[in-house]
């Protein structure tokens, strides 16, 4: 088939048959052959397997040289979760933006480019879908004929199911699972995971004692001080209320919210430190409001501030630091003061951009001792950590890394909830509580204090590895 460009020449039109409707690896090696023909988006015409259409007589992808043609990782990254949106239209555009990176390699740096932010929405949709599948699965008991088996039933928006399969396979490793959805059903055995074509809702099991357990736990992590129904709605949308038995009880919650409100505030006088519930956070404006109501005021007045996690929403790497020093709490910016410079200089000379990290502290409101004008820092105790983790989980939850870099034993604490050995473990990869990968290292003002040129110059070359190792690892597993 042969089409007019509308700037004068014939040229044939390819067709590609994806075989999936996630189906990067397939995606790739047709976008790299026809980039090596030359052939422009316009004459391309992307299907998945299993659709029709009228293109008889149009031709196959040329296949890859095997040349070498490099992207960035940052597209990469950006296309593996693009090919996941419902839009039928993602193949292409992502071959346009390959397109225009083969001529400027970086057009991933042109923030008005309007094709470029289309793939970045859609790739936020995409990781807000992904993250609501970890919030609102719901699992029911069943037995399936070999034992025990837990069932749920989904509705994602995107293309998620496979993407996902990784998270629940951690998070439920000794369970023999399966989630039902009207795409694609996954399995996990406990050793493999299996996939099986779209099911109905009418294949998923109804109540059973599972339910109570959700019931359960929600009545226990339900904050009466803190109902708003129009926020909850938003936060967990009605379509999945119907799919998980807490919600049931959401009504009577509501009923009984002022006796439990007043018996709240009994039980927190009670406490010193009361600790925060781990419930799914779904947004960032969720986690600045959650941090201003449990944290917002200032302990015994000491003048300083909540200092926020920031940079890239969307990092593969995040590192997590100790707790704002002096400078950070003046600046409300986490890494601003001496250790912060340093930080930045060892990020430069392992080739990582900042801009690309998300950068947050273990503890988030500075510590310290006053000595005459000074306020010296105080190193953050056991239960300042444990204070501040749900919002630490709350960030990865929402970022989404491929990686947490902690930085010094303070965040390592914080992200696997135990106390480890820097020394034991630097550089292991390791399995998060509630998913995801961590690496750790040393803080980078250990290095601010050897005062030894020698051990110094060695250190230092030692964490811009650890810095380079963690971003790669990052990548990879982002991907
Ligand atoms: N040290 C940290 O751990 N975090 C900061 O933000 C600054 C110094």
Redesign the pocket.
Known sequence: MTRILPDGPQIDIHRVALERQDDFDGWRDAARGLVEAGVPPEAVIWTVEGQTDELFGSQPPPEPSGGGFSVPNAFIGLAKTVVCHRDPERFGLLYAMLWKLRRNRRAMEDRADPLLDRLRRMEKEVRRDAHKMHAFVRFREMDDGNGERMVAWFEPDNHIVRREAGFFMRRFNNMRWSILTPQLCIHWDGETLSESPGATKADAPGGDPVEETWKTYYKSIFNPARVKVKAMTAEMPKKYWKNMPETEAIGELLATAQAREAAMIETSRAQESPLFSTAPVSSWEELARLARERHGADPSNSGTQL?FGEGNRNAKLMLV?????D??DTAG????????QLLDDMLERAGIERSNLY?T??VKRFKFVQRGKKRIHAKPTTGDIEHYRWWVEAERELVQPGLTLA??A??ARSITGKTVTISKVRGEELALPGGGTGMVTI???YLLRLPDKAARTEQRARFIDDLKRAADRAAALAA
Request: hydrophobic share 30%.
């Open positions: 200092v630091g100790e707790q704002p020093g400078e950070e910016r986490p890494f601003v003061g001496p250790a912060g950068v502290n273990a930085l010094g303070t965040a803080h980078p003002s």
